[in-house]
């Protein structure tokens, strides 16, 4: 790559171009943000982290700490992490170049392109359309969790499995995230174009952007050096995860490009770039660029992700008046962040392999876009000091979608509680979370206390409405339904 170079200070610790100008003109501080960036990894118990930063036309890239610590091996620029959800975006932009070839439309219903693609509910397989399932907004789950196997026709496999599976709710009536509906668009690409949407991708997407670091299958990643995910209690440095990688390889379209930092800037780049490769290459047009970014769905939780609504695969944010995308990303102890605000040209990327990854994001991109961009991030979430005084009746009961079961009521001291319950073929998956409510507003609320989910910090519980009136409770940005 001759957009970057990589000054080695000899601990495995590197650097981007350290002589490229950076926003408005001024020198990219690249030594100071390597320091801040080994002081904060550290002071939230992060394993090893790389940064990429684009800036002034140019990509800085920076690593920290190790990638594994059970073996001390170094992160360095180009390791390889998992990227999680971030891999929604490379699969809605294979949707639209698809959309800009003349093969699919936006709003054509999936069972169009897809005949094997179906749902219980026959009138909502009818109406569920490509934009739908972009946005998240068609209906379907995240809980689906099937092990299609290892075969180029796990897609088709899982497509066909999925079909029993119950809607969190009916199409067009709420913004509910789900992986789902992304394996069925990788689907939609292995039709379109007679490749396996592993192949689309590097066809389509890694060759013309020339992104040398970029993979989708383990072993294509054993070149590399590669970052294992790290798990345990919040306030310690965590251990390796038993197993490197979890996912089926179905979870690709939704959770699993193999990713260098550099490599996720490069790709920011060219959506920064209208579509264009640094070699001129059209990726996609300017209209797919521009339609992708804008907005398709208000968010009712703004708070799990930082999102403010959601366009065609990313997630739009509204930082005080100054706008960007993005998207985030876990993989079951690794945890990713690209934040892109197009006024001033900047993107930035955090992949890292466990610990209080989302502190470390938060303190970080919280100084970097301030300093480029002119951007102020919001305050992490969480209680007020003084919570306001909220009556709880409305939001009491039972709300359920496929596999998760949430009751809301109301303690012996009068205070929220919230308990998330795994059921159906998820019961096995982990044992119920309890928690704590602490009003935050009428319909807001942060929840805390044991479980996984609930880490270091708070999380939100938003009640809100679906568009036909149903009462329904975010949680992790999943609408459930109330049915009692």
């Not at 196997?149 to 009536?173: F, I, K, M, N, S």
């Amino acid at each position: 790559m001759n957009d970057v170079t990589h000054d080695h200070d000899g601990t495995g610790q590197a650097a981007g171009d350290r002589s490229a100008s950076g926003s408005g003109g001024e020198h990219f501080p690249v030594a100071r943000w390597q320091a801040r960036l080994d002081e904060l990894r550290a002071a939230h118990h992060v394993p090893g982290a790389t940064l990429a930063v684009l800036t002034g036309g140019r990509i800085h890239e920076l690593a920290s700490g190790v990638l594994h610590r059970g073996t001390g091996v170094e992160v360095r620029p180009g390791s390889i992490f998992q990227s999680g959800s971030i891999a929604k975006v490379y699969t809605a932009t294979l949707v639209m170049r698809l959309v800009d070839e003349g093969l699919l439309r936006l709003d054509q219903p999936v069972a169009e392109v897809l005949p094997e693609f179906g749902t219980p509910d026959e009138e909502a397989t009818r109406t569920i359309t490509i934009r739908r399932l972009l946005s998240h907004t068609g209906g379907l789950t995240n809980d689906f969790t099937h092990d299609s196997g290892r075969g180029d026709d796990c897609l088709a496999r899982y497509v066909e499995a999925a079909r029993g599976v119950p809607l969190d709710c009916p199409p067009g009536t709420a913004l509910s995230y789900g992986s789902l509906g992304y394996v069925v668009l990788g689907r939609v690409v292995e039709v379109l174009t007679g490749l396996t949407w592993d192949q689309a991708l590097k066809e389509r997407l890694f060759a013309p952007l020339g992104l040398e670091h970029s993979m989708t299958l383990p072993e294509e990643a054993l070149r590399f050096r590669v970052a294992m995910s790290h798990l345990g209690e919040a306030g310690r440095d965590p251990d390796p995860a038993p197993a490197w990688d979890l996912m089926p390889r179905s979870a690709g379209p939704y959770g699993r490009v193999l990713i260098s930092a550099g490599d996720v800037a490069r790709f920011a780049r060219m959506h920064l770039d209208g579509g264009t490769a640094p070699d001129g290459t059209r990726v996609l047009s300017a209209e797919a660029v521009a339609a992708m970014q804008r907005r398709e769905a208000d968010v009712p939780d703004k708070w799990t992700v930082s999102a403010d609504g959601w366009g065609l695969g990313w997630t739009l944010y509204d930082w005080d008046g100054v706008t960007g995308y993005g998207h985030d990303g876990a993989a079951i102890g690794q945890y990713a962040y690209l934040r892109v605000v197009p006024r001033a040209g900047v993107a930035v990327v955090l992949l890292t392999n466990g610990g209080a990854a989302r502190r470390l994001y938060a303190d970080l991109f919280g100084e970097l876009l301030a300093e480029l961009a002119g951007v102020t991030m919001p305050p992490p979430f969480g209680p007020p000091a003084q919570p306001p005084a909220v009556d709880l009746t409305p939001h009491l009961g039972t709300y359920r979608r496929e596999g998760v079961v949430i009751t809301v009521s109301r303690g012996d001291d009068g205070a929220a509680r919230l308990r998330y319950e795994f059921v159906d073929g998820m019961k096995d998956f982990s044992p119920p979370l309890e928690a704590d409510l602490t009003p935050v507003s009428e319909a807001v609320f942060a929840a805390s206390g044991a479980g996984s989910p609930f880490g270091e910090d708070h999380m939100p519980v938003v009640f809100a409405a679906l568009s036909d009136g149903t009462p329904c409770v975010y949680v992790g940005m999943r609408a459930t339904p109330k049915v009692a």
